[in-house]
Structure formats: structure tokens, C-alpha cells
């Protein structure tokens, strides 16, 4: 058996590629399983607190929704800071070990791993959805309020799409650091690459070379990524250009309709 | 709809009464009273912090009055904070600085309010906003965003969304003063026409020619009251009091 081992650093890339391979990719999977779906999560939780936090008290709010959205706008800051403010590396170790122990909930580590990527990123997202909603200019929320839209209408229609044009970037960001920062959950077992690199490396003892390998994935991966984002970014933005219409839309008894308007005199 | 226009005819479309606003300390509009009636064309001038604007801003309820009362057809709209939105759904508004939204082409900006607010069906809505926008000479650049036109052309577009609503009355505040001079030509022509088909505007306005030519009545503003209401004709030409007189040499000497 010793006798088939290879001896050059790259016999040994391709012979652990040969072994492990399987092993890696599924890895890879399961840390773009979980760094997708966790940063889709982390979006929905971020629009959402990110919404009700920017929600203004004006003068004719009445008394109980004053008292009850200063409440909720108090939990979602502390939610905010708290996630922030802890390494997402010791979150998996509390929400992981602590379900069980505190309320008998035993959840898999991927569904525990999911769910630290999801509230960790919705933290972080709440913030960059905050400036991004801030940074929509109050005249075309004047614009919208206006001709009689609510302020849900305005968020739904108006504001929230621009936002999230606005911070494709930050979403971006958030998915890469995501990709790479999955792997911290090595420590409750999630099976993700930097576990299936883990795994294989004790084998042979070959940390170098296995690790080489693991580091050209997570590259590879986020390189993909990264210009799949700048894409979909194109494509959010259409075209440069617009077509001029020049043909009749519309019949001649509709152009002479035109001159007569609501309210006019006679 | 020509019976409702009938009996409206006889009540104002707006009355403001006693209206006041102040910013903290800083009182912006006294004891304002005022009228519109059906078909009228209002043009409100003044000097920069007369308070128009703010008047124009508080009749369609973006600035809450501090004091005062503002009836739409006879109904108090100030106890009914509720209901606002429906009542401005009825009060269009084209503002300095056009406020189209940026995310949607020019037809989808004349298209929204139909459809979300109005609650209309989709091909209702595309045939109203294209009615308006080839009234506003837009419409060949139904396709266009907004970020893609000029001045004069956004506001062209804003005053059709407006109209896509087809709104009692339409406000406008200083909708030329952000424009270069040779696109203010384009937006006054569109304005001058509307008020010849008879829409109910009530205009803030430093276009003083535009003011005398176009507007059934001229209200001029100074210090957060109404100094003088009347034709054009006698603020113009004759107005009785000083300060109009004065504001008014001032303006014509340039």
C-alpha cells in the first residue's frame, strides 16, 4: 500500500483530487447551499427590519402604534447590535448547543448552520437596507404620496425597488463573505468544504496540498459568483438606450377626447 | 359625470379657512383664507419664503396645518387624516423638482397611480397615461427613464402623470424654476393649454408674464399672508395695495 504513494507535492494534489474529490464537492455544495439560501434569508430578514426600522413617527401617529413601533424598532436595534456584535463562529456554538440544552430542540448542524448564516446576514443587511432606503432622494416619496399611494404602496413599488438595485453590491459582498465565512461552522459539524478538507487532511497528514486545493475552490467559486452578480446588476439596470415610438397607439377618437379634461368649464 | 359637475360647480372644489403652520417657532403661513372654484386657474406669487410653497405643500397635506381647516367639496379633509390618500388621489401635484421615479419607465410613472390607487386594469391605465403623454408631447418616449430626459421633458412627464390620475384640481409648485430658460417655454405652452381646456389649477409661480396671461385670479403672498387677491388685471396693472405694488415694480424692472 505505501509503495503506490505519491512523492511530488503535485502526485499528491492529483492523488487526493482522485480520493477525496467526491467528498470535496460535496462540500463545495453544501457551502454554496448554505451561503445562498442563508444570504436569500438574510435579505428577506434585512428588508423587513430594515423597513419597520426606517418607518417615521409623524404627529397624527396615534398613541398605541407610537408605543407599539417604538417597541418593535427597540427589539429589531437590539437584534441588529447583538448579531453584529458577536463572532458568528460562537453564535453556531450557543443556537447549536443551546437548543438542545435549553429547549430539547435538536436540530441538524446544517439546519443550525442555516439558521446562524440567515439571522447573522439579516443583521448585517438590516444596516446596509437602512442607508439604502435613507438614500432614495424624499421627493419621489412626495411624488408617490402625492397621487395617493400609502406608505406601503411607496415602500413596495418605489423605494424598495431602487434599494435593492442600489445595494446589489452590499448583497454581493455579503454572499462571497458568506461563502468563505461558512466555514467557521465546521465546529458544530456542518459538512461543508472547509469539514470535507478537514477530514481529509488527517488522513495523510497532507495539510498543504489539501488545503491548496480547497483554497483553489473557494476561489473558483466566488469568482463565479462574483460575475454572475455583476450580470444579473446589467441586467437590472436594462437597456442604455430607448426606443422612440413614433407609430399611433391609438385611434382618432381617443386623440380627440383628449381636449376635454374632468373639472373643466364649459 | 356632467351632473356632478353641475351641483359641484356651486360649492368650491377647495376652501381653506384660517389655516396656519408653523416650524417650531417659525411661523410660516397666518390665517390664511382662500378659495377654488371649478375651472379656476390660480396663480400664487410672492417672494422666496412668502410661503406659497408651504400653502401649496399643506393643501394636499404633505405639511400637516398647525391650526386651520381645509374642505375638499365641503368635507373637512383635517378630521379625516385617515382618508387622506384618497383625497389626494383627487389633488394632483407636479413639484420644482419633478420627482419621477427613477425605477420605472415614463410610461410605468403615468401607470402606477392608475392601477395601485385607482385600482383600474392595466390596458385602462395604458390608454389614459398615453392619452396624456401625447397631450404633454411625450409620448414617443414612453420607453425612456426618467434619468434618460431632459428637464423640461421630466416635467412634462410629472404633469402627465398628474393628469393620468385625472385629478379635480392640479397644483403646481414652481414647476419651471428648476428648469434652463429654453426648456421653461416648453412646460408653460403644455400648462397654458390645460388651462384653456379649463382644468383647475392653482400654480406657484415666479413666471410672472405667465401669471398675467394665463390665471383667472392672482393671489400675492408676502410674509406668510395674502396681501391681495384678485384678476390679474388689477394686480398687474392696478394693484390697491403698496407691498403688491412694490414686489411687483421690483420684479418688472429685470
Known amino acids: 500500500m505505501t509503495a503506490d504513494l505519491p512523492t511530488s507535492f503535485l502526485g499528491w494534489v492529483l492523488y487526493i483530487i482522485q480520493n477525496y474529490g467526491g467528498l470535496f464537492l460535496k462540500g463545495a455544495l453544501y457551502t454554496l447551499v448554505l451561503a445562498i439560501i442563508g444570504t436569500a434569508v438574510g435579505c428577506i430578514i434585512g428588508f423587513l427590519v430594515g423597513v419597520v426600522r426606517t418607518i417615521e413617527i409623524v404627529p397624527d401617529t396615534n398613541k398605541v402604534n407610537k408605543i407599539l413601533l417604538k417597541f418593535v424598532q427597540w427589539i429589531l436595534s437590539f437584534y441588529v447590535e447583538f448579531f453584529r456584535g458577536t463572532p458568528m463562529i460562537v453564535q453556531a456554538m450557543v443556537i447549536y448547543y443551546g437548543s438542545m440544552q435549553l429547549f430539547n430542540i435538536d436540530m441538524s448542524p446544517f439546519s443550525a448552520g442555516l439558521l446562524v448564516v ?17 438614500a432614495i432622494d424624499i421627493g419621489q416619496i412626495e411624488g408617490a404620496k402625492a397621487i395617493g399611494m400609502t406608505h406601503f404602496q411607496t415602500m413596495l413599488y418605489i423605494i424598495i425597488p431602487q434599494t435593492l438595485r442600489n445595494i446589489m453590491p452590499q448583497i454581493g459582498n455579503n454572499l462571497i463573505i458568506n461563502i ?18 478537514k477530514s481529509a487532511s488527517g488522513t495523510y497528514y497532507k495539510y498543504f496540498e489539501v488545503y491548496f486545493i480547497i483554497c483553489i475552490m473557494y476561489f473558483i467559486m466566488n469568482l463565479a459568483i462574483s460575475k454572475l452578480l455583476r450580470f444579473i446588476e446589467k441586467k437590472m439596470d436594462g437597456p442604455d438606450n430607448y426606443k422612440l415610438v413614433h407609430n399611433d397607439f391609438m ?16 | 359625470m356632467e351632473a356632478i359637475k353641475t351641483i359641484n360647480d356651486q360649492s368650491p372644489i377647495l376652501e381653506v379657512c384660517h389655516l396656519s403652520k408653523s416650524f417650531g417657532e417659525h411661523e410660516v403661513l397666518r390665517d390664511i383664507d382662500f378659495k377654488t372654484n371649478y375651472g379656476d386657474v390660480i396663480c400664487i406669487i410672492g417672494a422666496s419664503g412668502s410661503g406659497k410653497s408651504t400653502l401649496l405643500r399643506c393643501i394636499n397635506m404633505l405639511e400637516i396645518p398647525t391650526s386651520g381647516d381645509i374642505f375638499h367639496n365641503s368635507d373637512n379633509i383635517i378630521n379625516k387624516l385617515n382618508k387622506v390618500t384618497s383625497y389626494r388621489a383627487k389633488v394632483g401635484m407636479v413639484f420644482q423638482q419633478f420627482n419621477l421615479f427613477n425605477n420605472m419607465t415614463v410610461l ?21 397615461a398615453i392619452k396624456y403623454l401625447e397631450k404633454v ?7 425612456a427613464k426618467p434619468h434618460q ?31 434652463d430658460p429654453q426648456m421653461v417655454g416648453e412646460v408653460l405652452t403644455v400648462m397654458s393649454a390645460l388651462a384653456k381646456e379649463g382644468m383647475t389649477m392653482i400654480i406657484v409661480t415666479h413666471e410672472m408674464a405667465f401669471a398675467r396671461d394665463v390665471s383667472t385670479r392672482t393671489v400675492f403672498m408676502e410674509n406668510g399672508v395674502i396681501v391681495e387677491e384678485d384678476t390679474p ?15 411687483l415694480s421690483r420684479f418688472m424692472e429685470h
Open chain 1, 118 to 134: 440567515s439571522i447573522n446576514t439579516g443583521a448585517y443587511m438590516a444596516e446596509t437596507v437602512r442607508g439604502g432606503i435613507e
Open chain 1, 180 to 197: 468563505k465565512d461558512t466555514s467557521v461552522l465546521n465546529v458544530i459539524s456542518v459538512t461543508e468544504l472547509y469539514f470535507a478538507g
Open chain 1, 251 to 266: 385611434s382618432g377618437e381617443i386623440t380627440e377626447n383628449c381636449s376635454t379634461i374632468k373639472g373643466g368649464k364649459q
Open chain 2, 108 to 128: 410605468e410613472n403615468c401607470m402606477i397611480g392608475v392601477t395601485k390607487v385607482l385600482k383600474k386594469d392595466k390596458s385602462y391605465a395604458r390608454e389614459v
Open chain 2, 137 to 143: 408631447g411625450m409620448a414617443p418616449y414612453i420607453n
Open chain 2, 149 to 179: 430626459l431632459s428637464g423640461g421633458q421630466k416635467q412634462r412627464v410629472a404633469i402627465a402623470r398628474a393628469l393620468a390620475m385625472e385629478p379635480e384640481v392640479l397644483l403646481f409648485d414652481e414647476p419651471t424654476s428648476a428648469l
Open chain 2, 233 to 247: 388685471e388689477v394686480i398687474f396693472n392696478n394693484p390697491k395695495n403698496e407691498r403688491t405694488r412694490e414686489f
